[in-house]
């Protein structure tokens, strides 16, 4: 590992990003409807994160949408180093190193002896931008995810192509709390590949190709998968129940035909609309031999879209702050 490797592309890029001039420095801006969606919850961890969290990611515009939650205060859009736009055009290192499973060395002996190549430390920065725990990889034609500096936090790798989610991918990346891979292509996760990262909070995945989702890690806090193709088969039984810390279960345009119990008390934000949801049990949210419960955190639950009746649940809801939204008649 070369530490000094990182910091040096670290402050060539920092030199490239003061180099753009402020009037070029572009605003990003905030989808309105979706700072109304959240203005009744208590935001104050969630403030930067959520702040282009809507449901219809509009890809046509999307580079409105790029949302580093993690850097306080924002570095806008504009002012990120280039990319190059053509990994073809790399020196030949940039393209083996993306596939290269992993920066740590194994653990047994090598039975090959590699040439001492000093890039082998650097191998993400080629082909993304590596800003102290955060590496942003959007938007760079890639087909895996690459090879991860060992203190990553927060990985940003939205709009590319990656079609599946390894289990050794982020082995050893104990670091990491967040990972956005929005609008790629992924069908498969392995089931290992989140599981084991202790401080995971945010996991997002939204315009995917999911048809299930992996074992979750019990840190957490936000989970993202609209706009993939979940059947209800795709969770496991009681998928959600041991994340005692999760508070956004978006879930929305994906192919569920009931709504995944039990749901944990820390729930704040439950978002189903578009599925196929047609009944539910009365327990679902409120437990009916406890009339004097309050559920005061699940304040934001979407079930428009659905084909199901609320109406017929009228004691489905006594406990909530709010009613659902969805279709009472
Ligand atoms: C929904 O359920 C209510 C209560 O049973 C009923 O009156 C209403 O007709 C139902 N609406 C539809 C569209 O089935």
Redesign the pocket.
Known sequence: MCPLGWLGVATLCLGTLWAVPAKERRKVEKPKADLTLYENLDLDNYDLSLDNYGDILDLSNYEELYDYGDLVPKIEVGTLAPRPKEPKTLPELGETTVGTPKLQPPSGADPVPSAPIPGQALPCCLLCLCLGSSVYCDDAGLERIPALPPHTQYLYARFNRIGAVRDRDFAGLEQLKHIDLSSNSIRRVDDDAFRMLPGLRELLLPENLLGALPELPRSLERLDVRRNRIPSAGLRPEAFRDLKQLQFLHLSDNQLDFIPVPLPESLRSLHLQNNNIRTMHEDTFCDSQDQGQIRRALEDIRLDGNPI????F?NAFFCLPRLPTG???
């Not at 009746?309 to 017929?312: E, R, V």
């Open positions: 009746n609320l109406s017929l009228p279709r009472f008649s």
